[in-house]
């Protein structure tokens, strides 16, 4: 089981980006999917994810209506596309995975996959 994430890069406040995690070695539509993103010197911390069991969506609240999480079965891929970027968005975003179980809001999950940077300047 391998995550790939990429997309990440130095934005300016307001700015979007999109970021993709590819999944290969299992099959991607019994996955739970999501991402979480830490910052400098902070504890890694839930952004989103895509639940297995119904394809149900969650959120943390800090990023509802700027974040959102899309998958593509067909591609072993999950995406989160992010808008209006602000200063305090500044972390490495990591993509996870669980099998057959829904993502919790912990950073527990049994798959992770490598970080992408993003940085924004205000």
């Known amino acids: 089981v391998q995550l790939q994430a990429s997309g990440g890069g130095l934005v300016q406040a307001g700015d979007s980006l999109r970021l993709s995690c590819a999944a290969s070695g299992f099959t991607f539509s019994g996955y739970s999917v999501g991402w979480f993103r830490q910052a400098p010197g902070k504890e890694r911390r839930f952004v989103a994810a895509?639940?297995?069991?119904?394809?149900?969506?969650d959120y943390a609240d800090s990023v509802k209506g700027r974040f959102t999480i899309s998958r593509d079965n067909a591609k072993n891929t999950v995406y989160l596309q992010i808008d209006s970027l602000k200063p305090e968005d500044t972390a490495v975003y990591y993509c996870a995975a669980d099998f057959y179980k829904r993502l919790a809001r912990t950073p527990s999950a049994d798959y992770w996959g490598n970080g992408t940077q993003v940085t924004v300047s205000s």
């Open positions: 895509s639940q297995w069991s119904d394809i149900s969506t």
